[in-house]
Each structure stands twice: as C-alpha cells, then as structure tokens.
C-alpha cells in the first residue's frame, strides 16, 4: 500500500486524473463531482475498503456515471483501486471505462453511465436496508447517497424516485445534484424546489467549499430525504 | 392464476425474510394483509414502472429477493432499459411476474398487451423464462425462483391447461410418435390442450414445456433423434418463432425443418373481443394448429 500512502491527499487527485490520458470530452464534468466525492469519501461515507462488502456500510452511488475520472481518483486515493490501475484506464483489459462497471471496479456500488438510473436504485436499497433493519455496531442506521447531474435530473425516471421517496419516508436517502448548469432547458425556480415540494429537505451550497458540502450532508431524521444542491462552475 | 401467484407471494413473505413485493398499483389490494405485517417489504411506488424495477435492483443490491409484478407491458417494455441496466447490468436478481399473457386483455386493446415479452427478454443474457400453463405450475415456479438469487420472469395467464405437468428444465413428453413419426411437436405453457387435441390424428411426438429458457435444447436434439423426420413445430403463447433460434441451436448439427406458431408479426391486430377470438385471429386455436400442423408436416 505505498502507493496509497503516496497518493492519499485532495492534494494528489490532479496527479491521479492525470494517470488516466484521452478523457478530454468528459473533463468538465468530471472535475465538477471532485470535491463533492472527496468530502464524502473523507468526511462523510462510512465506508473503506476493509468494510467494502459489510452489510451496514454506507453506499455511494454515482448516477452521473460520465466523466468518472475523480470518481477513480477518489477511490485511489482511498485505496479501494490501485494507483498503478489507473494508467490502464479504457483499455480491453482494463476494469476502468468512461463509464464504471460495479463489477470490475473495486468500490462501485453501481454500474452507471445511461442517465437516470442512480436515484431509483438508490431509492431501493435505502428501503432495502430499512426493511431488513441492518444497523452498524453503533446502533446507527447506513445511509445511501447518490450523486447526480443537473442535466440528469432532465431523465424522467428520477422523478418517479423523488415523489416516492418522501411518501415512503427514506430519510436514510440523500442525493447531491452537481449543478454546473447544463440542463438543456433549465430549472426555473431552482432545483431544490423540486426535491422539496416533494417532501424532501434541500440544501443548497457552494459545490467548492469543503465545510459547506460537509455540514450540508448532515442526515436528517425527520422522515425526510435530502437533497444537497452543490453549485459547480466548469473547469475551474 | 393471479390468485396463486398472490397465495404463493404472501405464502413467502410470511417465511423468508428475504423477499419482497415490488408494486406499481397492479394487484395492491392482494398484498395489504401483508405490508401489514411485514412493514417495508410490500413497496408500491404508484404509477412508477421505471422506479419499480430501479427500486427492485436497489433492494437486491442489498441482498433482498424483489418480485415485481404487473401487467406484461409495464413490467417489460415500458421499464426495458431499467430491466437491463438496474438488474441485469448491476448483476442482481429479481423475480418478475407479469399479468396479460399476449392478449388475455383483449378487450383493453394493444395498449395492454405485450406478445413480444419473451422476445425482448431474449435479447439479454441470464433470464429464466417460466409459462406455466396451469395455476399449479405457477406455485412450483414461484417455489423454485423464489429461493434464488437469478433473473426469472414468470408469465401469467388467463387460460389453463386441464392439468398440471412438473416444471422443470427438461420437455416433458406426453405423447411419443413411432420410429417413422412425422416429427416432434412442443407445446409451450397454456398451449397444451390445444396441441394435443390439434395433433390427436398424427403420428408425431408432443413435449410440453413451461421453462423456455434456458430452454432444452439437448432433450429436443434426443426426441428429433427418436423421430422418423427432424421436423420441429414450436407452439408459442406469444411472438410466431420466439424459440426459433434454440430449435436452431439444439439441431444444429442435423438437416431439420422447423416452424414457429404464435402471435402474428407482420400485423398488429386492431381487434377487441375475447382471448379466444384473438387466438383464432392467430391461428392459435386448436383449429389453426391443425390445419398449421398438417401443412408442415406434409400430411
């Protein structure tokens, strides 16, 4: 595990998108999740890779599952993929592709890349969890986030798993919607509208800003899910 | 049917702690008791099929066993990305059991019916693919999926056959044709009756199946062998020659003929009425098949 200890750092994740060449297309959309993923993966997310497989971790979901190259920097740097594996990335034999695959990649919970699939999957093992009363040691139930694009939220399907949500009180459900503005027609009134005439709690916060992504993923317990809106500029 | 399959669902959800419904308001009211008692486990999300299937994947995801259930066109074509990608992409199980056959909802007209089910399921890897032809066969199905962890599907219907036959995964011959027989017959699901009263006259062998896939492709190979002619008439409930392609692998290594019967292809039919007039429409009653029948095999 050198390389993990080399390469563990917010600092590193450049070097570590830079191991993966020819993404230019996504890159944008990439480095817009790279600090949401980070504050999950290193303040929020009960889950490493010793508890990869236990029942009661907390699960992240990539919906938006384009542009994944901080997605596999993240979990580099987290040490569920090898550092080296990165540099293979898109190849034949490679388990990394421009869209991830849960089961070639060490830490993905789910196969994403088709836009809308994240948040109803994520909907049904947050109730699946519920149901099955799994808790952790501490007593504490797991919670399920996933992450989304604004431009995804144009995909119907997250809209039947918004209106559900609320109605079946997953409160151990949060979604965060990376919004850099790329919706065709927009979201006039704002996203977080969307999610709270549906019962849902919004949260809205500057997608940089480490302590506010932090603090706006505090889990609610009021029946509830929440949606963290993370504003995002491209590129910068 | 649909009252088996309900008795033999709530029947599960009593025993393994596993399972779970998953619902999109079709058939709710046969699980209230139930969601009663197993609070979680009984989900209706509402008119919401792309979310019930997603929501499936997610349960297995977490190690639950979800049936999903609704009628054929819902729960296959309209979510058919999601039956793909949240189940078989995201490498879980469900069981899906559907409502409607091809036209049992002849009077609701095309929107609420779905002939091609099979055939779109055949186009994704890892399916097992039930047509119990008697309410029976629909409990032993469910028994034998329930417990899993694979992709079944299950495909109800209106009509049965007098009586059960075991499901399995072999052909279950019910009539064996002389050493200079015509060929082999195979009937699948509610199929039966009408084979067998369509084929009494000819010297042919009848198998019945109501697991057609994966399908038997080495007892077919066997029964064309025993045959006098490698001959092969497939009668399907639903798309004419779903199962050409399997009778084409099992014989692969022999001449042979084959034929599909089912719904037609090359016409929708703008027709209301009854199940038994759309089957006639077919050519699916024991009439059509007759006639079909003789004209292949040369009779």
């Given amino acids: 595990m ?28 990439s480095l817009s999740t790279t600090d949401a993923l980070w504050v999950l993966y290193d303040r929020v997310l009960d889950v490493t890779p010793e508890t990869a497989e236990d029942p009661a971790r907390d699960r992240f979901l990539l919906s938006k599952g384009h542009g994944p ?5 993240v979990l580099a740097a987290k040490g569920f993929l090898d550092v080296p594996t990165l540099r293979g990335w898109t190849s034949f034999g490679s388990p990394l592709g421009h869209h991830p695959d849960r089961v070639l990649v060490p830490g993905a919970e789910i196969g994403s890349g088709s836009l809308g699939h994240g948040l109803p999957l994520a909907l049904g093992s947050a109730l699946g969890l519920r149901a099955q009363g799994i808790r952790k040691a501490d007593g504490t139930e797991p919670r399920v986030v996933v992450l989304v694009g604004d431009g995804e939220l144009d995909e119907g399907s997250n809209h039947e798993a918004i209106a559900a949500a609320a109605r079946l009180g997953a409160d151990n459900l949060t979604v965060v919607v990376i919004d850099n503005a790329s919706s065709q027609h927009g979201w006039p009134g704002g996203i977080g509208r969307r999610f709270e005439v549906e019962g849902w709690e919004a949260r809205e916060v500057n997608g940089r800003d ?27 | 049917m649909r009252e088996t399959f309900a008795a033999t669902v709530n029947r599960a959800l009593d025993r393994d ?31 919401r099929e792309q979310a019930m299937i997603g929501v499936a994947g997610g349960l297995a995801l977490t190690g639950m066993r979800p049936i999903v259930h609704s009628y054929a066109p819902f729960l296959v074509e309209r979510p058919f990305e999601q ?15 559907s409502l409607g056959g091809s036209y049992d909802a002849s009077e609701e007209g095309r929107t609420h019916q779905s002939p091609g089910d099979v055939a779109l399921l055949d186009t994704l890897p890892g399916w097992t693919v039930r047509v119990p032809g008697h309410p029976d066969e629909v409990r032993d199905a469910l028994e034998l999926d329930i ?17 059960p036959l075991p499901v399995g995964p072999r052909l279950h011959v019910l009539r064996t044709g002389s050493p200079r027989s015509a060929g082999v017959v195979v009937a699948v699901g509610p199929m039966l009756d009408r084979v067998l ?63 599909g019967l089912g719904v037609t292809r090359d016409t929708e039919l703008r027709a209301y009425g009854t199940p038994a007039e759309h089957a006639r429409a077919h050519g699916l009653d024991a009439e059509g098949i007759a006639k079909s029948a003789r ?5």
């Fill in chain 1, 69 to 73: 190259t901080a997605f596999y920097a």
């Fill in chain 2, 197 to 259: 009263e369509a084929t009494a006259d000819l010297d042919v062998t009848v198998a019945y199946t109501s697991t057609v896939r994966p399908f038997d492709r080495e007892g077919l190979s066997a029964l064309v062998g025993a045959a006098g002619n490698a001959d092969v008439l497939v009668v399907e409930p639903y798309l004419r020659g779903t199962s050409a392609h399997e009778v084409s692998e099992a014989l692969s290594d022999r001449r042979h003929r084959q034929l």
């Fill in chain 2, 295 to 299: 004209d292949f095999f040369l009779v």
């Fill in chain 1, 210 to 236: 480490h302590d506010a992504l932090d603090r706006a993923f505090t889990r609610t317990r009021d029946g509830r899910p929440l949606a963290v809106v993370a504003r995002v500029r491209n590129g910068n």
């Fill in chain 2, 83 to 97: 039956v793909k990608l949240d189940l078989g992409h995201q490498d879980v199980g469900a069981v899906l059991v």
């Fill in chain 1, 2 to 29: 050198t390389t993990a200890a080399t390469f563990s750092r917010y600092a590193d994740l450049p070097a570590l998108i830079g191991f993966m060449e020819g993404d230019e297309k996504h890159d944008g959309a």
């Fill in chain 2, 17 to 47: 702690p596993r399972t779970a419904v998953v619902l999109a308001v079709i058939s709710g009211g046969m699980f209230r008791s139930s969601a009663r008692k197993h609070p979680g486990r009984v989900i209706d999300l509402g008119i």
């Fill in chain 2, 147 to 163: 417990p899993g962890d694979h992709r079944a599907y299950l495909r109800l219907s209106g009509t049965s056959n007098r009586a």
